[in-house]
């Protein structure tokens, strides 16, 4: 059993983890607000900030749920699929965000003089911030103490279609 004390620390950590994220990527958005910007467009330590943000965020989404099932419960397999889904998605961001320097985007050098962040690359990583909060949505809503998901209702009505459906047969 978790004792207090160690509550506590986990949550003031999770907290932390939260708050610099946050503020990472709040950061590498608002460097041109800021007038901190060093290269004009969103270069390379902008990205690398974000994608640092978005990890510690999604990172302390996953604990503060974790936190909140009670100790010695199994995790289910929609709660395993929920996680694989989440770092799925964060590697859609890594390799949208990191595409040019990586040679395989669309502004890669001798035509560009640096990489910048394309349409491609903003839709890539839009694509993986949604991966990521479906793989938060179906940890979450994965079972923990209870007997069946909460997202059960989807298997029972598309079970019920299948007996109507043999039935009018």
């Not at 395993?80 to 890669?108: E, K, M, P, Q, S």
């Amino acid at each position: 059993m978790r004792t207090t004390k160690s509550r506590s620390r986990f949550r003031v950590a999770n907290w932390l983890l939260f708050i610099s994220g946050l503020l990472l990527v709040l950061f590498s958005v608002g460097t041109d607000a800021l007038r901190l910007d060093l290269n004009p467009g969103f270069g390379v330590l902008q990205m690398f900030l974000l994608t640092t943000g978005i990890s510690a965020l999604t990172l302390a989404g996953f604990l503060s749920i974790w936190r909140r099932r009670p100790t010695g419960t199994t995790s289910s397999l929609q709660a395993n699929i929920g996680v694989r889904v989440g770092l799925t998605g964060l590697v859609f961001i890594y390799v949208a965000g990191f595409a040019d320097l990586a040679r395989v985007g669309t502004h890669v050098q001798p035509r560009f003089a640096r990489p910048y962040t394309g349409p491609l690359q903003t839709a890539g990583i839009v694509l993986g911030i949604v991966t990521v909060l479906v793989g938060l949505l179906l940890y979450y809503t994965s079972r923990g103490v209870r007997q069946t998901s909460s997202l059960d209702f989807l298997i029972k009505e598309s079970a019920n279609s299948s007996e109507s459906e043999n039935s009018t047969e």
